[in-house]
T-cell receptor, first 115, second 111 residues
Framework: KAGVTQTPRYLIKTRGQQVTLSCSPI?????VSWYQQTPGQGLQFLFEYFSETQRNKGNFPGRFSGRQFSNSRSEMNVSTLELGDSALYLC??????????????FGSGTRLTVV | DAKTTQPPSMDCAEGRAANLPCNHSTISGNEYVYWYRQIHSQGPQYIIHGLKNNETNEMASLIITEDRKSSTLILPHATLRDTAVYYC????????????FGPGTRLSVLP
């Protein structure tokens, strides 16, 4: 079956712009989580959505937001981009969110570069 | 903060077993031990998880000490494709519990 699909794979934006990243979970998976990965901070949790509701949120500023649609696809948005937002953004899906004992299946990520 | 401690790097000869240790001395009774790995520029990949019994699957074995304060991931016959960063994570099986990744162990499999 198809894995977690993230688009686009690469993105270059200018400081101050906004960006929207997309994630299509594995068919049947209802939970989507987003992570940011940078060389300095490693993998950090952004937020989790389950059945179109945000259930958990990491320690990121309000410029980072997300949503989930009725088909479980998810988008995350970053407004007023800063150079420090340059990172690999990873999406992960699971059947039942936090209670999915087998954990999450990650996509390959979107590499965002802010110049 | 991550609740686990791992060595930052390890080397292993190709074809030999790779034993990756993890300390999780504050683990709670309802927390599982998960292992993921991340090959360069890809998303993390699930390897194995366990609660208190040793576990084995087609990728690896997980050995958890009786007091559950540490564990070891074993790749029985490491190949060059096993070169990756390996993350040990403890997480309760409750709603709303996200995975907290530490810096992991960078395993280099050498020819």
């Amino acid at each position: 079956k198809a894995g977690v699909t993230q688009t686009p794979r690469y993105l270059i934006k200018t400081r101050g712009q906004q960006v929207t990243l997309s994630c299509s979970p594995i068919s049947g998976h209802r939970s989507v989580s987003w992570y940011q990965q940078t060389p300095g901070q490693g993998l950090q949790f952004l937020f989790e959505y389950f059945s179109e509701t945000q259930r958990n949120k990491g320690n990121f500023p309000g410029r980072f937001s997300g949503r989930q649609f009725s088909n479980s696809r998810s988008e995350m948005n970053v407004s007023t981009l800063e150079l420090g937002d340059s990172a690999l953004y990873l999406c992960a899906s699971s059947l039942r969110g936090g209670q999915q004992i087998y954990g999450y299946t990650f996509g390959s990520g979107t590499r965002l570069t802010v110049v | 903060d991550a609740k686990t401690t791992q060595p930052p790097s390890m080397d292993c000869a190709e074809g030999r077993a790779a034993n990756l240790p993890c300390n999780h001395s504050t683990i709670s009774g309802n927390e599982y031990v998960y292992w993921y790995r991340q090959i360069h520029s890809q998303g993390p990949q699930y390897i194995i998880h366990g609660l208190k019994n040793n576990e084995t699957n087609e990728m690896a074995s997980l050995i958890i000490t009786e007091d559950r304060k540490s564990s070891t991931l074993i790749l029985p016959h490491a190949t060059l494709r096993d070169t990756a960063v390996y993350y040990c994570i403890v997480r309760a099986d409750n709603y709303g519990q996200n995975f907290v990744f530490g810096p992991g162990t960078r395993l280099s499999v050498l020819p």
